[in-house]
């Protein structure tokens, strides 16, 4: 790999190989699914769709830059809600070191009844951080916190504020040290392909949406259906129109 460093902090061949797996599940599932939630959404608050299309169609060039991109209200507000609304990495985990206590914002009755000011965790806990849920939290989103809303952004509630995730007040690419390194790429990727997609097609379901259904798998949470043979499988058919002005 690059010559220009000292030989100690090159990558080997080997190891740059073993970062291909990883960029594609963590980069490539990650950013598809998001879209495609993106396009659920859409398809089924077609105001949401028309107004969106109406900023994208302002902008006077097919390739856009990323700063051209970031500068679109709207679309950053859209992005922003699939992120929440669909977290596409629905939960995680993390065991604990060393025995720990975990700070909470408020007291609350533990199974037993017993009022609790933390959560106290020994060392080698398992602790399940259901990213999703909390992103739905009608405590910090308020009562529409499970529907999908990209006007929310233009003024988020104060309880978001507090959120301690890497982006976007919320847990979507998590916190901390082990938060995803690819967040910006990803943000940017889906504008990117929203932007290419939704100036040029209009989308609306295929099927009723009782039929979609939500499946979660290693990692991400994926739209089913299922089909004439009783077997769900990812899916989300959408009937696509050019857009004609
Ligand atoms: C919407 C898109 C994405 C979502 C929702 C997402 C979400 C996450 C989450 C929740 C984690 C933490 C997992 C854990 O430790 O339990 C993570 C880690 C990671 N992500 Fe992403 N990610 C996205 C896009 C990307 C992209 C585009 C890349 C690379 C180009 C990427 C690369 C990684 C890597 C390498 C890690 C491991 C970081 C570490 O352990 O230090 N992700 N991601």
Not at 42 to 63: G, H
Not at 109 to 114: I, L, V
Request: with cysteine.
């Amino acid at each position: 790999m690059a010559t220009d460093i000292p030989e100690d902090q090159r990558l080997t061949d080997d190891e740059v190989l073993a970062q291909v797996p990883t960029f594609i599940v963590a980069g490539h599932e990650t950013t598809s699914t998001a879209t495609t939630w993106a396009l659920f959404s859409l398809s089924q608050q077609l105001d949401m769709q028309r107004k969106l299309r109406a900023e994208l169609l302002q902008v006077a060039t097919d390739s856009p830059t990323m700063d051209e991109l970031n500068a679109l209200p709207y679309l950053d507000a859209v992005v922003r809600e699939t992120l929440r609304h669909h977290a596409p990495v629905p939960s995680t985990s993390r065991q604990a070191f060393e025995d720990d206590a975990i700070p909470v914002d408020a007291p609350y009755k533990d199974r037993y009844g017993r009022v609790r000011e933390h959560i106290e965790i020994k060392k080698g806990d398992l602790i399940f951080l259901p990213i999703m849920s909390l992103n739905r939290r009608k405590e910090i989103w308020g009562e529409d916190a499970h529907e999908f809303k990209p006007e929310r952004w233009e003024h988020i509630p104060e309880a978001a504020t507090r959120v301690p995730g890497v982006w976007g007040n919320m847990l979507t690419f998590i916190g901390g040290p082990r938060a995803c390194i690819g967040y910006r790429f990803s943000l940017v990727e889906i504008k990117a392909l929203l932007f290419a997609l939704v100036r040029a097609f209009e989308f609306e379901l295929a099927v009723p949406v009782e039929n979609i259904k939500r499946r979660t798998g290693i990692i991400t949470t994926r739209p089913v259906i299922t089909g004439p043979d009783g077997k769900t499988k990812a899916s989300l058919p959408l009937i696509i129109r050019p857009y004609r002005m």
